[in-house]
């Protein structure tokens, strides 16, 4: 078996690239709003507790068995697998993982070109002076417009594709290290006219903020669980893939504290950028996807300097969306760089032209597919449900009780640099906790 040569060219450019994955479209709208609506900061105490009890572990695992193997992901785990004496079969996590990145960048995509093409609509004036009932049909109009749905999935995957068939010093790392900290600038950008140029930013903190507990009940926390898992890019081959261009130096604890620290401070910087313009115009902050696509775009339209803002805002959508899928990509063109003679760019313009199809299919089903079910879903939906609430939840299960229960304990410790208390705790955690956690989690989104 081939192994992976490339490495990351600095621990910042893992970091961020970490952080990258991590941050995406649900942070910049989702989380801020679950955090508003589900007790404030006691929101955040809860899911930060489930991020360090659940999400860091997993992630330390999937980094640990990348770096042990410096394979992709199927070839790692079964790797690390018949290293530890166990069956080969485990490689089946990898697959999973890898197929769950392969079918999520497809529909993930199409949304990344929503972002594009508001990106232009903002920055020409588009939205200038619009209602809420205006901006919703210009957004009802773009999904029944299956020419501009497929003009934009098309120039997204092919961004991505362009950074990811760079390599990963050059592409990925590199587009890390620009978009990263373009973003983190919009971002203050944002908050800044937050701040300054309205009258709701003490609504906001108090809205984001605020402890109560009493509106943190057993779906809050499960929502908790469920948001910490998926955010870190859990479950999808993406963090055994990074994994394996790490070097040893790399403390893989120091790091996942690292990552959850940005991902969740991008996450409530993107609150108090948004919901001071929700509030100072009277618009409603629990609209979801709409929130983007429909209600911001009336604030938009309505204030100073709102064209300049809203395409300040769209640039940081879009970047946030290409950080997620250039790591989506990369696990799917690791496999085919290593299992076959293709080389990098090749495989990158193989895998890429395959999810775009399968991302094709998945905007029709917004207009001339529209009729088309699978299992009482739409394609785009399908796809969805069977990433989200199937596979990604018991890849990231297989993956601890593997690391938990088949492999060696001690090797582990001395490779994490844990000792004596630290150590027990890490092996409670790692062996009972997440793996009671994930379960808590894939049965509540069944019973969803």
């Known amino acids: 078996m081939t192994s992976t040569h490339a490495q990351w060219g600095s621990r910042l450019g893992f970091i961020l690239a970490a952080t990258g994955s991590a941050v ?21 105490i809860t899911y930060l507790l489930c991020i360090t009890l659940i999400g860091v572990p997993i992630l330390v695992m999937e980094w ?27 490689k089946w996590l990898g697959v999973s993982g890898v197929l769950g990145a392969f079918l999520i960048l497809s529909f993930y995509s199409v949304i990344g070109g929503w972002a594009l093409d508001y990106l232009f609509l903002t920055g020409s004036g588009k939205f200038s002076d619009m209602t809420g009932k205006e901006t919703g049909a210009v957004f009802e109009g773009f999904l029944a417009n299956s020419g501009s749905l497929l003009l934009w999935h098309t120039v997204f995957m092919a961004l991505t594709m362009g950074i990811v068939a760079m390599g990963v010093t050059s592409g990925l790392e590199r587009a890390s290290k620009i978009m990263m900290p373009a973003l983190a600038v919009v971002l203050l950008i944002l908050v800044a006219n937050g701040i300054f140029a309205t009258d709701s930013f003490g609504r906001t903190i ?12 057993g779906n809050v926390v499960l929502a908790a669980l469920g948001h910490a898992f998926f955010t870190l890019s859990l479950g999808m081959g993406i963090m055994t893939a990074y994994g ?45 996807p709409g929130l983007i696509f429909v209600t911001l775009p009336i604030a938009f339209g309505n204030m100073p300097a709102g064209t300049l803002l809203g ?53 029709l089903s917004f207009n001339h597919w529209s009729d088309v079910q699978i299992l009482g879903n739409s394609i785009f939906d399908f796809l969805d449900k069977l990433t989200s609430k199937f596979m990604l939840p018991l890849t990231g299960l297989g993956i601890i009780i593997f690391s938990g229960w088949f492999m060696n304990q001690e090797s582990i410790r001395k490779e994490l640099g844990l000792q004596g208390t630290g150590y027990q705790i890490w092996s409670i955690v790692s062996r009972f906790v997440a793996p009671l956690g994930v379960i808590a989690v894939f049965v509540s989104m069944l019973m969803g």
């Open 244 to 288: 394996a261009y790490l070097g040893k130096d790399v403390n893989l604890l120091g790091a996942a504290r690292t990552v959850v620290i940005l991902d969740t401070t991008i996450a409530l910087m993107a609150g108090m950028a948004i919901f001071p313009l929700v509030f100072s115009h009277g618009l409603e902050p629990s609209s979801g």
């Open 64 to 90: 640990l068995i990348g770096r042990r193997a410096q394979m992709n992901p199927i070839q790692a785990m079964e790797h690390v697998a018949v290293s530890e004496r166990r069956s080969p079969a485990w």
């Open 24 to 44: 995406g479209l649900g942070n910049i709208w989702k989380f801020p709003y679950m955090t508003g609506v589900s007790g404030g900061s006691a929101f955040v």
């Open 311 to 363: 395409t300040l805002f769209f640039i940081l959508l879009t970047f946030a969306a290409l950080t997620s899928s250039m790591s989506l990509l990369e696990p799917v063109v690791a496999l085919l760089e290593q299992k076959t003679p293709l080389g990098r760019k090749s495989a990158t313009l193989i895998a890429g032209a395959v999810i775009w199809l399968l991302g094709v299919a998945s905007l």
């Open 206 to 217: 108090e809205f984001l903020f605020t402890p109560n507990w009493s509106a943190v009940n």
